[in-house]
Nanobody, 124 residues
Framework: QVQLVESGGGLVQAGGSLRLSCAAS?????????MGWFRQATGKEREFVSG????????YYADSVKGRFTISRDNAKRTVYLQMNSLKPEDTAVYSC????????????????WGQGTQVTVSS
């Protein structure tokens, strides 16, 4: 079992930055898990934002965030981060992290463990 807790969300003006964190706990080896960030805006479907595999050797970004967001992980701290720069109002959503074994997936159904989510609101 893996428990995930996100933090770092909040209200920011357009053009600003936030760094989300997702801390993992449980009797598992965090470094064996790929991590993904998803977001869901009100009235919209959940969207895959970014993923990083267990070794950080493979990273994915959705086109909508490429060049603005950076995913990283610190296995010693059992934490994955999402650095979000140049934020836009359309980035407003609940952001959730998720975990699955080894390789990241791009669909929500491919992940086994989820955090509760953190709200990001970008004002214009």
């Amino acid at each position: 079992q893996v428990q995930l807790v996100e933090s770092g969300g909040g209200l920011v003006q357009a053009g600003g930055s936030l760094r989300l964190s997702c801390a993992a706990s449980g009797r598992t080896t965090f470094s064996s898990y790929a991590m993904g960030w998803f977001r869901q805006a009100t009235g919209k479907e959940r969207e895959f934002v970014s993923g990083i595999d267990w070794s950080s050797g493979s990273i994915y970004y959705a086109d909508s965030v490429k060049g603005r967001f950076t995913i990283s992980r610190d296995n010693a701290k059992r934490t994955v981060y999402l650095q979000m720069n140049s934020l836009k109002p359309e980035d407003t959503a609940v952001y959730s992290c998720a975990a699955r074994y080894k390789w990241y997936g791009t669909t929500a159904g491919s992940y086994d463990y989820w955090g509760q989510g953190t709200q990001v609101t970008v004002s214009s």
